[in-house]
């Protein structure tokens, strides 16, 4: 059974900090792996997608890095704003199409 | 184009009612997902549908718990005789399987259902 495990729980920054936010799975044959932003009473929105067979993916200030077989993923924020507060959430899923799998998410908050 | 989108956005209903969420996937993709948000659990696969393949039930909490996906495109889900642990947020998601997709998945905004 897939379990998805998210470091930290909650990370506060000032404004224009570079972060770190941290994804392991027990099961490494993942087929892709999301990012996802939630704010608060909103639903999810997609950050990154990786293949199983890619290494990373950048969109903007935002790099997503993939190491399936140590099971872990990172996603690092470049020049944090305080419009990127937000619980972060990592979810990879195992099959194609298939249902994903979420951690507890990262909490962050952005201070000016 | 138009994103995921869920209706009612909020529920208040009585304990030992049924409710039925509704989800209408983007236009064009085959599988809709639905998940299920509450503070004690996260967020949680409750079932999937593919074309015509026969739904993945495997994460439905139990047999009040029901959904089906008419033409391909829209999709309900029903609850039976609803039960305070059932509050929670219900996301529906959807995504284009098909030769060369990603496999992306994209999420509504939510129903938030409270059962009192």
């Known amino acids: 059974k897939q379990e998805v495990t998210q470091i930290p729980a909650a990370l506060s920054v000032p404004e224009g900090e570079n972060l770190v936010l941290n994804c392991s799975f027990t099961?490494?044959?993942?087929?892709?792996l999301q990012w996802f932003r939630q704010d608060p009473g909103k639903g999810l929105t997609s950050l990154l997608l990786?293949?199983?067979?890619?290494r990373e993916q950048t969109s903007g200030r935002l790099n997503a890095s993939l190491d399936k077989s140590s099971g872990r993923s990172t996603l690092y924020i470049a020049a944090s704003q305080p419009g990127d507060s937000a619980t972060y959430l990592c979810a990879p899923s195992t099959n194609q199409g298939g249902k994903l799998i979420f951690g507890q998410g990262t909490e962050l908050s952005v201070k000016p | 184009g138009a994103g995921v989108s869920q209706s009612p956005s909020n529920k208040v209903t009585e304990k030992g009612k049924d409710v039925e969420l509704r989800c209408d996937p983007i236009s064009g993709h085959t599988a809709l997902y639905w998940y299920r948000q509450s503070l004690g659990q996260g967020l949680e696969f409750l079932i999937y549908?593919?074309?015509?393949?026969?739904?993945?039930k495997s994460g439905l909490p139990s047999d009040r718990f029901s959904a089906e996906r008419t033409g391909g495109s829209v999709s309900t889900l029903t609850i039976q005789r609803t039960q305070q642990e059932d509050s929670a947020v219900y996301l529906c998601?959807?995504?284009?399987?098909?030769?060369?997709?990603?496999?992306?998945?994209?999420f509504g905004p939510g129903t938030r259902l409270t059962v009192t």
């Open positions: 990786i293949q199983s067979s890619q």
């Open positions: 549908f593919q074309g015509n393949s026969a739904p993945d």
């Open positions: 099961d490494s044959a993942i087929y892709n």
């Open positions: 998601a959807s995504s284009l399987v098909s030769a060369g997709s990603s496999y992306e998945q994209y």
